[in-house]
T-cell receptor, first 114, second 114 residues
């Protein structure tokens, strides 16, 4: 099993550009989520999904869109990049639509917006 | 509102010394509690979790944590720290609030002196 994979590992964008961060898991996990990690702020939840076709907002959803058309994939879209979105982004998945299971994290995407 | 507090941003210990990392949570129901470790440039890895039963939980790499309901705490401990334990540690709580999600603390960065 590859676990949770994320692409790209690094990305530099200009203000106003759009892009999609890819996340895939091969563990048949229902629950998937996106976090951003900023110094001194820990991990903050952007969006999450409890199953295909079901998504919900987390703590910091503005400027980001998600969709979940399959169990395996959960892409994160930046609609119009801003310097405030410079961060490290982590995708995670867990078994079952619950919050008592371990989350498995991807290696992260480091995004810089100029 | 649900929250997780890790009061120590940085901790420095000597190799072989004991370690305790503090975590306090705010949540109205019985929490599901987690400790994760993040090595530099990596994703997060689960150390241990608690959701019921024995309040002293054993994890990987010789770590343990104790759930104290009266103090709303879930402190992480290790009797003898190794240089390889240098990393950032995150406490998290799994909540059920209409749906399911996880809330992370801001992290504690551990430095180990040789």
């Amino acid at each position: 099993n590859a676990g949770v994979t994320q692409t790209p590992k690094f990305q530099v964008l200009k203000t106003g550009q759009s892009m999609t961060l890819q996340c895939a898991q091969d563990m048949n996990h229902e629950y998937m989520s996106w976090y951003r990690q900023d110094p001194g702020m820990g991990l903050r939840l952007i969006h999450y999904s409890v199953g295909a076709g079901i998504t919900d907002q987390g703590e910091v959803p503005n400027g980001y869109n998600v969709s979940r058309s399959t169990t395996e994939d959960f892409p994160l879209r930046l609609l119009s990049a801003a310097p405030s979105q410079t961060s490290v982004y982590f995708c995670a998945s867990s078994y079952g639509a619950s919050s008592y299971n371990e989350q498995f994290f991807g290696p992260g995407t480091r995004l810089t917006v100029l | 509102a649900q929250s997780v507090t890790q009061p120590d941003i940085h901790i420095t210990v000597s190799e072989g010394a004991s370690l305790e990392l503090r975590c306090n949570y705010s949540y109205g129901a019985t929490p599901y509690l987690f400790w994760y470790v993040q090595s530099p440039g990596q994703g997060l890895q689960l150390l241990l979790k608690y959701f019921s039963g024995d309040t002293l939980v054993q994890g990987i790499k010789g770590f343990e944590a104790e759930f104290k309901r009266s103090q709303s705490s879930f402190n992480l401990r290790k009797p003898s720290v190794h240089w390889s334990d240098a990393a950032e540690y995150f406490c998290a709580v799994g909540v059920v609030s209409g749906t399911y999600k996880y809330i992370f603390g801001t992290g504690t960065r551990l430095k180990v002196l040789a």
